[in-house]
């Protein structure tokens, strides 16, 4: 795994975190930061999904890559 997503777990730990030990006063921003926290650390399983290509485009692909001859 690239060095950046270990980076966005840890700071999406410490976001939750600092959420959670937010005192009775400040309840609706201790629970936004921990969701936000929570968002910022799995940001690599989610963002993959909406962005990657799905299981039929993945397939094409390597249809697209059998067919093609390779050219030395």
């Given at each position: 795994m690239a060095?950046s997503?270990?980076f966005l777990h840890?700071?999406?730990v410490?976001?939750?975190?600092i959420?959670?030990?937010?005192k009775?006063k400040?309840?609706r921003l201790?629970i936004?930061?921990?969701l936000?926290?929570?968002?910022?650390?799995?940001?690599p399983?989610?963002?993959?999904?909406?962005v990657?290509?799905?299981?039929?485009?993945?397939?094409?692909i390597?249809i697209q890559q059998?067919?093609?001859?390779?050219?030395k």
């Open positions: 060095p997503i270990f840890f700071i999406g410490i976001i939750v975190l959420g959670l030990t937010i009775e400040h309840k201790g936004s930061l921990a936000a926290g929570f968002l910022i650390g799995t940001a399983v989610w963002y993959g999904h909406f990657g290509p799905s299981p039929s485009e993945m397939r094409q390597e059998y067919m093609t001859p390779d050219i």
